[in-house]
């Protein structure tokens, strides 16, 4: 174990040819032959959505689930540098460089979702753009992020340039960009969430609520630091890493703490609109809706004691725990949830170039952290490590 | 434990910020709109529909449409609804014996699906690029596809399921109606009011519209009365017709604060495919909810600030990589 003094970062070494890398890059392929079959034959011919379902797991799952999963470094940075828990520094460069893939993902993933692509650069021109619409708000905000991720992770590409210089002068302005790293997750997450309101009736009451921007934003904090779990057990076990017990514990009693609040503002909202009801019936939505909130509740019990909260496995099981309760809050509202008025004799469930496709962006990330956190200083350095 | 307790009212004081704004201070409140004074529309009267389908055909050549085959041999044009190729469709509703006209049981009735030109669109509201617009004169909400990015956050947002996607073209646009505007230059009007043989589609302006399916719905029943044709303040193409079983609802008169196309119904709305809506739009509570949190930027800018200055504060011995640990006995 080693002491209270913080490791820096350093490049993991190896080879970028490997079992994983190699998986992915064959992922990678067969999204990429989808995707031309799709710009030139048009959406319908790959993908299962219709006016009924016009939004599949394309938007649903790469883009809201996506960027939901990749608020690790959001999380991380709101403790480290707002709450002033500098203990927790040495978890900042790895979940930065994770919500960096999946927002730029994210945000590269609308582009094989949208029916007019080349139009895209409208949402930013004054006279196309539409501030009222939620989508609006949504795409600037994710936009800005990735710009400012991209910089706030920039000292990683710097240092290992040894443009020492170049890095200084960043650092000056680097606390504006990590408010901002701060307040545009904040804005957008929530927007997202928000982006259910429009469509009034189509929603199933358990989703839809006036609350719904601050149920989404809490939920992509939790998410944020349940994916910070999930992903330090998984880079400890894959590079045979110690896993940072020391910094996950007191972690996983925060997550709690901001868990606890979410759920008395979701059952609280739920109560006061008097929508449970709809909870209990029968059918895949209430189902649905109870293996969400199951799965909210579930770190209570997986890592509820000092004692749980040492034993990786269960830190890990609370990590997806946490992150199958965001992804479902997502799904239910957007798709399982949606189609009251217009569902009837609509269906939809995604095809296989879909999850291909799917497939094939999150197969792009775990690329992308591999060679990233094997040839750059990601990481935290560790004593028994051979160097690259 | 200091800090955590503080890292945990942050984080209730940020959520009662936001609830606090979404509960809506009055100013930032966006009130359902209403439709304007010119505001044109349809009368769509069920009773009064024989089902001929004169104005699904006639919705394909004004728009330019191409037919849409449900049946085998394909013949002609056989929608089943309303898509990117196809704007307006009659359809039917059936139950037991089907004996008896605009009877819930055992009978059968017509109803027309097309765009209702709401007074507060949600497409409008959700299209993030103005390729959704109501024009301030007519109402009517037109599509520019020009503008469009594809995004269908308008298909996924219209409680009647109204903006349609072209899914097999790779450059799809939206389909939907849009009250014949592009045939108003030459002197035409709605193509399915003009060729309806029984004004069962009626065009004209909305306020007039809702003045005629009142003064319908106020008839006795069996009774008879002039119904017009083509449109209101046209030439004269009225008839004397029986009066229909009215239910005492104008569809369209306060749903989602209101709609331009109206509808008159014997038969149960919800039954017939017209979801029951509320008096306030879904657009305004979202527009209330964007503008609390997001009017003026006045709250991002003001978080801004205050991250900023706690951020400057925190970051100081960043670049240091030979390790700080702030290390507060907190294990």
Redesign the interface.
Known sequence: MTT??????APVGGSLVNAATVVCGVLIAIMAAILLVR???????V?N????Y??GIWVVVDVMIGSALACGGFSVAL?????????Y?PLVRPALLASLFGYTLAGAG?FV?????W??W??FWP???????????V?VCVTAYVLVMWIEFS?VFLEKLGKRDV??KL?KW???F???G??LP??HQ??LG??L??????VNPLWQT??V??IY??TA?VIGYGVVLFESCVAAASYRRTIEM?LL??LS??ML??LA?YLV?RFGDLLIRGALGEALNPGWVAISFWIENIAFVAPFFLIGTVAARRNPARLFLAGIAIMLGGILLRLNGFLIG?G???GS?WTYFPSLAEVMVTVGIFAIEVLGYIIITRRFPVLPRENAQVAS | MDSRRLFLKGVVAGGAAITAAAVAPPSYARETHSRPAEALGLLYDATLCIGCKACVVACKEANNNPPEFSTEDRLWDTPLDTSGYTFNIIKMYRNGTMETKDAEVNGFAFMKTSCMHCADPSCVSACPVSAMTKDPVTGIVAYDPGACVGCRYCVVACPFGIPKYQYDSPTGKIGKCELCRHRYQDGHYSACAEVCPTGATLHGRSADLLLEAKRRIALKPGSVTRYPRGKIGGPDQSYEGPVGNYLQHVYGEKEYGGTQVLKLSAVTFAKVGMPDLPPKSSAAMSETIQHSLYGGLVMPVVVLGALSFIAKRNVHDEDDESGTGKDKGEK
């Open positions: 209270h003094q913080q490791a820096a970062p710009f030139i034959f048009g959406l319908g011919t993908a959505i219709n006016d009924g016009s939004w403790l480290v540098y707002i709450f002033n828990k500098g203990e520094h609308i979702d949208l029916g007019r692509w139009n895209f409208h949402i006279g196309y753009a539409n501030p009222s619409s939620v989508m609006f708000e795409a000292p890095k200084k650092n680097l606390f504006f990590i408010a901002l701060v307040l904040m804005m929530s927007s928000t982006m309101v429009v469509m009034g009736g189509q006036p609350a921007p601050l934003l809490l904090i020391r514990n007191p009693k925060i703490g901001v609040v503002v949606y009251h008025f217009t004799g």
